[in-house]
C-alpha cells in the first residue's frame, strides 16, 4: 500500500514542491487522508483542506476551512474535485467514497 509519505517523496523526486511546509502554510493546506486511495491506473486520490489565512475582509470562503478532492500520478498532484468544493471532511470523504465505489469492478 502507498502512503501519504510515498506521494510526497515522489512529488520531491521530480523537483515539485507540493508539500513544501512553505508551499501548505501558504495556502493552509492540511492532508486530511489518512492513506491515499488508489484508483485505476497509479492514481492516488486525497482530501486536504485549505484555510485563507490572510488578513482583511478579502479572505476566501470568509477564512473558513474547505476541502478538496485530489489525486497524484507520477508526482504530479491534480485537483480533481472544485477547488475547496466541499464544507466539510465527511463530505470530501464521502465523495471520495463514492468515486472508489463507482469504479470497482466485481467479479460475478
Same mark, same amino acid.
Given at each position: 500500500?502507498? !502512503?501519504? +509519505? &510515498? /506521494?510526497?517523496?515522489?512529488?520531491?523526486?521530480?523537483? *515539485? *514542491?507540493?508539500?513544501?511546509? @512553505? @508551499?501548505?502554510?501558504?495556502?493552509?493546506?492540511?492532508? =486530511? !487522508?489518512?492513506?491515499? #486511495? /488508489?484508483?485505476? &491506473? =497509479?492514481?492516488?486520490?486525497? #482530501?486536504?483542506?485549505?484555510?485563507?489565512? !490572510?488578513?482583511?475582509? +478579502?479572505?476566501?470562503? +470568509?477564512?473558513?476551512?474547505?476541502? $478538496?478532492?485530489?489525486? @497524484?500520478?507520477?508526482?504530479?498532484?491534480?485537483?480533481?474535485?472544485?477547488?475547496? =468544493?466541499?464544507? $466539510?471532511?465527511?463530505?470530501?470523504? +464521502?465523495?471520495?467514497?463514492? /468515486?472508489?465505489?463507482?469504479? #470497482? =469492478? #466485481? &467479479?460475478?
Amino acid at each position: 500500500m502507498t !502512503s501519504m +509519505n &510515498d /506521494l510526497v517523496r515522489a512529488n520531491e523526486a521530480i523537483g *515539485h *514542491h507540493w508539500f513544501d511546509p @512553505s @508551499s501548505m502554510r501558504h495556502f493552509g493546506t492540511k492532508i =486530511e !487522508s489518512p492513506w491515499p #486511495v /488508489l484508483i485505476g &491506473d =497509479e492514481c492516488y486520490f486525497f #482530501v486536504t483542506s485549505e484555510q485563507d489565512t !490572510s488578513y482583511g475582509d +478579502n479572505r476566501a470562503w +470568509n477564512g473558513r476551512r474547505r476541502f $478538496t478532492i485530489r489525486y @497524484s500520478r507520477l508526482g504530479v498532484i491534480h485537483t480533481f474535485s472544485e477547488f475547496g =468544493e466541499y464544507g $466539510t471532511n465527511k463530505a470530501a470523504t +464521502n465523495a471520495l467514497n463514492a /468515486l472508489v465505489a463507482s469504479t #470497482v =469492478e #466485481v &467479479d460475478k
